[in-house]
């Protein structure tokens, strides 16, 4: 019966019919429901992302990719977060009263859940990952305002 018992949970497991917190907090899911691994790596840099109007701006990146996760953390300084807040938050979505100091704390989340409310089809997680940056509107370098292409 015990044996029994552990291949059952073992196999719900397994087909994902049970998602432990662990497994939940390394996913993303959008309004729909639709369920999104969320990316492996903390964002740490940025690179240089092509806009709809074909220019670039600075986005949030780990190794060269968006593919990517922010999320709150006030204790380290980080570069993609900075990016994220300059030219996303407040370039491009106007969060003009937000600081551009790298550090993802309660306004930045706070400015997350903002633009994650505004953009349907996205959870509203104050998490910013790919699919939220891919909505944003962006600042480029000469102070014109763009989505990603």
Known sequence: MKRSIITAAVGLFLSGAIVTPALAADSESTASGAIQPRATYECDSAIGKLLQSGRSTAAPAYAGSVDCWLDYDVQNYNHGTFMLQ????????????????????????????KVQHAHAGLAVDGVYGKLTGSVMWWGDYYDSISQWK
């Open 86 to 113: 300059y030219y996303g938050l407040i370039k491009g979505e106007g969060f003009h009263e937000l600081d551009a100091d790298g550090y993802y704390g309660a306004a930045t989340q706070s400015a997350i859940i």
